[in-house]
C-alpha cells in the first residue's frame, strides 16, 4: 500500500497558538461532547455498535438521529478527498492517481479515471473532486497542479449523460476534456457555483482562482499578508448565491472575496491554527470553519455590506464555537436542510452537531488513526468518511 499523503508535503506544523477573538465578538461555547469522556464506560442506552463501527449518543441531548451503515468502499490506496453529486446519487472519491464514481444506489463502483498521458512513476495523489450541480461534469484537482474536467457520457440511461470537474473527463472514453492550468503548486480544494458557471479553486500557491467554465479563463485571488508567512490555501466554498467566496488558510483565516470584483470583503479572525475546511450555510448568511486548534466556528455573515472595510463594520463575526472534538479538524459539511453541521477529525471520528452547537453524537467508524474527510446531502445526513492512513476505506452512514 502507498505511503499516506501528508496534509502538505511541503509546510512544517507550527506551534499552536491560542485563539483570539476581537473584544467586540460575542461567542457561545457549549458544553464539550464527548471531550475527556471515555467511550468504554457509555452506558449501553446511549450507544450503537456495528462490526467495525460504534455511535455514541450525547446523554444530555435527546436523540433524534438514526445512525445506520449502508455501504463500505475498499480503495486500493489512501482516500484523499470524496464528494457526493448533487442529487446524492453517484460518489466520487480521490485517490492516488486516480478517481472513482460509485453508484449510491447499489455501491458498486461505476467508473475509474485515470490520466495516461502522466507518467506513471512515483505518487500522484488526488486532493480534490467536484460535480458541476448538473451532474455532466466532474472537476479534479492533484498535485500536479492541474485541474482536470472530465465529462461523463454513461451507458445507463439511469445516469446523467454527463460530469464536470477541474479536469473534465470523457467517461466512455475516459479520457479529459478540458484541463485548466495555473496554479504553481498543489490544488487542495474545488467548488462549482451553483448555476455551474464557475468552479474555484484553491492551492498552497496562496492563491485562490474563480474559472469560467465557458470560457476556461480564470480570475486570480491572492492571499494578502506577509509573504514569509506561509498561508497556503486548504479550503475554498462559494455561497449559494455565488456573490462570495471564502477560503481557509494555513496563516489560521478564513477569507471571504466579493466574486464580481475580485475585492476582499473581510478576513475572519479567531482560530489558532491552520483553518482546515470551510462550509456556507445554505442561505448564505452563514459560514462554518474548521481548523487545526480543533475547534469549529460558525460566522454570522452580514451579506448586505458590499465591502466591510469601506462600510466601516465587519463582514463577518463569530458568534459560536463548537467544541468536543480531541484532535485536528479536518473536515466540515452543513446539511443541505441546513439543519446539522457534521465534522471530521484525526481523532477518527465525526462530530453530528445541531446549529446551536450542541453536539448529537460522535461517530467512530475507521480503525486505523487517521483523518476524517466527509461530504453530507439533504437533511437525511447521508456522510461518507475517509481515512487518509492505513485503512483505504469509506463508509457511507
Not at 506551534?15 to 461567542?27: I, T
Not at 455511535?55 to 436523540?63: K, S
Not at 489512501?78 to 472513482?100: E, H, P, Y
Not at 473527463?169 to 492550468?181: G, L, M, N, Q, S
Request: proline content about 5%.
Amino acid at each position: 500500500m502507498s505511503q499516506e499523503p501528508p496534509p502538505s508535503s511541503t509546510h512544517e506544523r507550527p506551534p499552536a497558538r491560542s485563539s483570539h477573538l476581537p473584544p467586540s465578538a460575542v461567542v457561545r461555547t457549549r458544553e464539550e461532547f464527548p471531550g475527556d469522556l471515555d467511550l468504554a464506560t457509555v452506558p449501553a442506552e446511549y450507544r450503537k455498535d456495528g462490526v467495525d463501527w460504534s455511535v455514541f449518543y450525547n446523554p444530555r441531548i435527546p436523540q433524534s438521529l438514526n445512525i445506520s451503515l449502508v455501504h463500505k468502499f475498499k480503495h486500493q490506496s489512501v482516500v484523499c478527498c470524496v464528494r457526493f453529486s448533487k442529487d446524492g446519487m453517484w460518489l466520487a472519491t480521490g485517490c492516488n492517481r486516480i478517481a472513482q464514481i460509485f453508484d449510491m444506489r447499489t455501491g458498486t463502483l461505476s467508473c475509474t479515471l485515470n490520466d495516461d498521458n502522466v507518467s506513471q512513476e512515483g505518487d500522484l495523489y488526488i486532493r480534490a473532486v467536484c460535480f458541476s450541480p448538473d451532474g455532466k461534469y466532474l472537476a479534479t484537482g492533484a498535485e500536479d497542479r492541474l485541474i482536470r474536467v472530465r465529462f461523463l457520457r454513461v451507458t445507463d440511461s439511469r445516469i446523467p449523460s454527463s460530469i464536470y470537474p477541474p479536469q473534465i473527463w470523457d467517461i466512455a472514453r475516459k479520457r479529459i476534456r478540458y484541463t485548466f492550468e495555473g496554479h504553481q503548486q498543489e490544488i487542495y480544494s474545488l467548488d462549482f457555483s451553483h448555476d455551474g458557471a464557475h468552479l474555484v479553486s484553491g492551492s498552497s500557491d496562496r492563491t485562490v482562482r474563480i474559472w469560467d467554465i465557458n470560457t476556461c479563463e480564470s480570475k486570480v485571488l491572492p492571499i494578502d499578508g506577509d509573504p514569509n508567512v506561509d498561508a497556503g490555501v486548504t479550503s475554498v466554498a462559494i455561497s449559494p448565491d455565488a456573490r462570495f467566496v471564502a477560503a481557509g488558510s494555513l496563516d489560521n483565516v478564513v477569507r471571504i472575496w466579493d466574486v464580481a470584483t475580485g475585492t476582499l470583503v473581510d478576513r475572519l479572525r479567531g482560530h489558532g491554527d491552520w483553518v482546515y475546511s470551510v462550509a456556507f450555510t445554505p442561505d448564505g448568511k452563514g459560514l462554518v470553519s474548521g481548523s487545526l486548534d480543533k475547534t469549529l466556528k460558525y460566522w454570522e455573515l452580514n451579506t448586505a455590506i458590499d465591502n466591510a472595510s469601506k462600510a466601516g463594520e465587519r463582514f463577518g463575526k463569530c458568534v459560536l464555537d463548537f467544541t468536543g472534538h480531541k484532535d485536528y479538524v479536518i473536515s466540515v459539511v452543513i446539511s443541505h436542510d441546513g439543519q446539522w453541521v457534521v465534522s471530521g477529525s484525526k481523532d477518527r471520528g465525526v462530530q453530528f452537531w445541531d446549529m446551536n452547537g450542541r453536539a448529537q453524537l460522535f461517530l467512530l467508524g475507521h480503525q486505523n488513526s487517521g483523518e476524517s474527510r466527509l461530504c453530507v446531502i439533504y437533511g437525511c445526513i447521508l456522510v461518507i468518511l475517509t481515512s487518509l492512513r492505513c485503512d483505504a476505506s469509506s463508509y457511507l452512514s
